[in-house]
């Protein structure tokens, strides 16, 4: 500490005079170290040093007894041992601080592992060689997950929640409420309750005010929720659930005529074997025949019924490669009675169960395209002299969006989006913000929501826990979803879920946010006290 090479020789001795003047006074030598920004320790080292080098004597008598110079040597000392002190508090304060927080942040990702509170206390254990108490452990948690609650009911994350995904998991019987954004994969804070039906969800659904649109599937409650937020939220059901259930009613009927080959098959055995009489082999024959028959009807009706599922399918994708265009919704609902009346006059297989789930979902199975025109009208046109058609420069755009995603599949469709390309040419003589409108339009095309896939990668986060944990409260769950909306993630560019939906929570680092939440809901409550 005395080797400052930017004091001179000059300045040390200033130090030391007025450190010899001003000794007797109280705060004289901390003032003067704040002074020169120094510490005390260096002031008395130096004044030591400066009396050994001059073999200092006080004025007047020339001999000092030597019980008096003891006890200006040990005031001295103590003086300097109170420096020493204070440095080295200070650096053990700051340790310890170091310590706590690197505790805290390891038991925090600890927490958010699908591991009892034991096994955190032996990795606690084994890496800060201190044990503690689970209880001690569930208490902290506890602490962090109402942080996390607090900080995931607040305005910014509540309203940034235009979209979502809705779903169900069970927790012992009982259901957890999910809403995540299936565009961001942002996942609100889950609801654990007693019942799944509506007025529960509508309880959930009132706390997001800008949602517009949820995604779900056809559960009961959650559309009687949706339902009862008085025309607020448009549903789109999760066409996802619905061609997994159609195409298993068509898998089960391509089964019953698969059964029905066989039969055949074996009405043909039997006109070949030697052991009937001639009576009987006719008639097998005749049997076989009819069978024969049966099943050729059978076949060019289950032909007939992949096909139209195939053209129902169709009506699931934006732009309509037919009449090329955007497909409007008008237009997809004549294609569903279209569909529906081709069913119908299918009488060779039981159809029953592939109408029933089209007309039971068909309300809101293309809710999406209602949503998409309403985007695409929003969009702002800078006609440079004469106005044209808003749908026909949407059109032109979309083409090219539709080609682009195909145009690695062959020549001919490499070929095919060139011309889509070519196409543009004329829209952008006429239009001054040709280019905004093209990322607008593919923007709008590409955010269009018809599953809820992002509700199922959440639950397949939350399942683990299901397991290990006896009870998970909706502390818990906040502190999971804090955690996942602030990671980052690659496929975004390394933007977490919280920046993709323009949530600004004013730092990056999770733990430091709940630390911050935390501290604040400790000064609340010590206020009220």
Request: charged residues 30%.
């Amino acid at each position: 500490m005395y080797t400052r090479a930017d004091l001179s020789v000059e300045d040390r001795l200033e130090i030391f005079c007025h450190f010899w003047q001003q000794r007797d006074d109280y705060g004289a030598v901390s003032s003067l170290a704040r002074e020169w920004s120094i510490s005390r320790h260096f002031i008395y080292d130096l004044a030591s040093r400066v009396r050994g080098a001059v073999d200092w004597q006080l004025a007047g008598r020339k001999t000092v007894d030597a019980a008096g110079r003891r006890i200006a040597q040990l005031q001295e000392r103590v003086q300097e041992l109170e420096a020493e002190r204070d440095h080295l508090s200070g650096q053990l304060e700051v340790e310890q601080r170091i310590r706590a927080g690197r505790r805290s942040r390891l038991l925090l990702e600890l927490a958010l592992c699908p591991v009892s509170e034991e096994k955190i206390s032996r990795c606690l254990e084994a890496a800060f060689g201190a044990a503690v108490s689970t209880g001690w452990i569930n208490e902290q948690i506890n602490c962090a997950g109402t942080a996390a609650l607090a900080i995931m009911h607040r305005r910014e994350v509540r309203e940034a929640l235009r979209e979502a995904a809705l779903d169900e998991i069970f927790s012992h019987h009982k259901p957890i409420l999910m809403l995540v954004e299936p565009q961001t994969l942002m996942a609100v804070a889950p609801t654990p309750a007693d019942n799944r039906q509506g007025e529960t969800w509508k309880g959930v659904l009132t706390r997001y005010p800008n949602l517009e649109l949820a995604v779900s599937d056809q559960g009961s409650g959650l559309l009687k929720g949706v339902a009862l937020s008085a025309g607020k939220i448009v549903h789109q059901a999760d066409l996802f659930h619905f061609k997994r259930n159609l195409h298993r009613e068509v898998r089960r009927l391509e089964s019953y005529c698969y059964a029905a080959l066989e039969k055949v098959e074996q009405a043909r055995k039997l006109t070949t074997t030697q052991r009937l009489l001639e009576s009987a082999r006719v008639q097998a024959r005749v049997e076989y025949r009819a069978r024969a028959e049966d099943v050729d009807r059978k076949l060019t009706a289950f032909d007939w019924l992949e096909v139209i599922v195939a053209y129902l399918e169709e009506q699931f994708l934006p732009y309509d490669e037919r009449r090329r265009c955007v497909r409007s919704y008008s237009a997809a609902q004549a294609v569903v009675d279209e569909v529906l009346e081709l069913l119908a006059q299918i009488t060779e297989l039981n159809l029953k169960p592939v109408i029933s789930q089209i007309e039971g979902i068909r309300a809101n199975l293309l809710t999406y395209l209602i949503v998409l025109g309403k985007r695409l009208d929003q969009i702002e046109i800078d006609w440079r002299q004469i106005e044209g058609s808003r749908a026909a420069v949407c059109e032109a755009w979309a083409r090219v969006w539709y080609r682009r995603a195909r145009a690695g599949e062959s020549e001919r469709s490499q070929k095919q989006y060139l011309k889509a390309l070519i196409g543009l040419f004329y829209w952008a003589q006429r239009v001054g913000n040709f280019t905004a409108v093209g990322e607008q339009v593919c923007a709008a095309l590409d955010k269009v929501v018809r599953a809820s896939s992002a509700v199922e990668c959440i639950n397949s986060i939350i399942r683990p826990y299901l397991s290990v944990k006896k009870q998970l409260s909706q502390r818990y769950l906040a502190l999971v979803a804090l955690y996942w909306d602030m990671r980052p993630l690659k496929q975004r560019g390394g933007r977490t879920p919280f920046e993709e939906n323009g949530v600004d929570l004013r730092t990056k680092d999770w733990v430091e946010l709940l630390e911050s939440e935390m501290r604040k809901i400790a000064a609340a409550a010590q206020q009220k006290i």
